[in-house]
């Protein structure tokens, strides 16, 4: 079990810039999720992927952020025309089956917006 | 519909005193609950779960909780804090027949003062 991980774990871009953050979970989940987090707050959902299949989507992600796990394993979350407000730490998570088991989260990844 | 409060922002406790963290859920069915504890700068640590059978649950770090289903509470507790157990505490819920999403509180910072 070597974790969670996340890449990058910083990132710095201009405001109406592209980025992209890659998430590997724990091998044997199949289960992965995005999570925003902004100070002072709790995770917010972002989205939800079983295998390769995107389950669920939160009602509040602008159709500027996009996610993907095509194979199953890794995945990317990618945010278009960045603004201001997408500043915060972008949380990854994976768990196996079943409503009863626990998520493992990675170490984030920060955004800032200039 | 799920939810979780967590009614203190901050909890201070002096080295070596017993520490609880409270937490409220409200789901329609049972509850899936969880806690995690998170430092600054890394993600979520899972701490502990509840999912059926004994109210007091043990977990790492000599944590534990005890859900208490008349209170649709879910408190979290150390007989004798530590220093190092400064951070922010986040309790979450999943209902039992609902969707895998887990919804978290905003967390409660905890201060243990030498």
């Known amino acids: 079990d070597t974790g969670v991980s996340q890449d990058p774990r910083h990132k710095i871009t201009k405001r109406g810039q592209n980025v992209t953050f890659r998430c590997d979970p724990i091998?044997?989940?199949?289960?992965l999720y995005w999570y925003r987090q902004t100070l002072g707050q709790g995770p917010e959902f972002l989205t939800y992927?079983?295998?390769?299949?995107?389950?669920?989507k939160s009602r509040l992600l602008s159709d500027r952020f996009s996610a993907e796990r095509p194979k199953g394993s890794f995945s990317t979350l990618e945010i278009q025309r960045t603004e201001q407000g997408d500043s915060a730490m972008y949380l990854c998570?994976?768990?196996?089956?079943?409503?009863?088991?626990?998520?493992?989260f990675g170490d984030g990844t920060r955004l800032s917006i200039l | 519909a799920q939810s979780v409060a967590q009614p203190e922002d901050q909890v201070n406790v002096a080295e070596g005193n017993p520490l609880t963290v409270k937490c409220t859920y409200s789901v329609s069915g049972n509850p899936y609950l969880f806690w995690y504890v998170q430092y600054p700068n890394r993600g979520l640590q899972f701490l502990l779960k509840y999912i059926t059978g004994d109210n007091l649950v043990k977990g790492s770090y000599g944590f534990e909780a005890e859900f208490n289903k008349s209170q649709t509470s879910f408190h979290l507790k150390k007989p004798s804090a530590l220093v190092s157990d400064s951070a922010l505490y986040f309790c979450a819920v999943r209902e039992t027949g609902g969707s895998y999403i887990p919804t978290f509180g905003r967390g409660t910072s905890l201060i243990v003062h030498p």
């Open positions: 091998s044997e989940h199949n289960r």
């Open positions: 992927f079983q295998n390769e299949a995107q389950l669920e």
């Open positions: 998570a994976s768990s196996s089956q079943g409503r009863n088991q626990p998520q493992h």
